[in-house]
């Protein structure tokens, strides 16, 4: 079946340094492609998505690539902050429908001060 | 705002019990969604709905129904509750974009 790998599962840096997490999906028909970030004993709110007609998001400090001809995509974090330190998970459409899909097993990201 | 909310953040019920967890949402959203969230193992798609009285199987239906009845409401059903169930429950509506929103979880313990 389809899958998501995301590395690395966990994430250490210093505050101000840059935090990068990538995954990779199987399916070639997916098109969309959301990441969350849970902080501790909270639910997983959506930080940023990408759809497959642009190679490159950005928001403040966080922005997305998508490569589709290798099937990966990452989240880059800049200049880290304690309030970053969270569970971030990413997720990939099973084909061009939304209605499915498929997350990655989550990165716990800690920035320490 | 888009609002989410679940029945009970936590929840201990007995091997062999019927247990219910509910959601509801209050953005008119079609889609619902009932996932299981393990450690290292991610999110975990139990069942979807994308109308009233309309559902589909997720990656990991087995032991689980689920009603929806009206919009706003998407249940799930542990029909016999087992050990293997203890977990983070989350519920999710979303609009047509796709995005999920989350509700804050029901962290079910089975003895």
């Known amino acids: 079946g389809e899958n998501v790998e995301q590395h690395p599962s966990t994430l250490s840096v210093q505050e101000g340094d840059s935090a990068v997490i990538k995954c990779t999906y199987s399916d070639s028909a997916s098109n969309y492609f959301p990441w969350y970030k849970q902080e501790l004993g909270k639910r997983p709110q959506l930080i940023i998505d990408i759809r497959s007609n642009v190679g490159e998001k950005k928001d403040q400090r966080i922005a997305v690539t998508l490569n589709k001809t290798a099937k990966h995509f990452s989240l880059h974090i800049t200049e880290t902050q304690p309030e970053d330190s969270a569970v971030y998970f990413c997720a990939a459409s099973i084909g061009p429908n939304t209605d499915k899909l498929i997350f990655g097993t989550g990165t716990r990201l800690q920035v320490f001060p | ?111």
């Open chain 2, 1 to 111: 705002d888009v609002k989410v909310t679940q029945s009970s953040r936590y929840l201990v019920k007995r091997t062999g019990e019927k247990v219910f967890l509910e959601c509801v949402q209050d953005m008119d959203h079609e889609n619902m969604f009932w996932y299981r969230q393990d450690p290292g193992l991610g999110l975990r798609l139990i069942y979807f709905s994308y109308d009233v009285k309309m559902k589909e199987k997720g990656d990991i239906p087995e032991g689980y129904s689920v009603s929806r009845e009206k919009k706003e409401r998407f249940s799930l059903i542990l029909e016999s509750a087992s050990t293997n169930q203890t977990s983070m429950y989350l519920c999710a509506s979303s609009p047509p974009t796709g995005a999920r929103y989350f509700g804050p979880g029901t962290r079910l313990t089975v003895t």
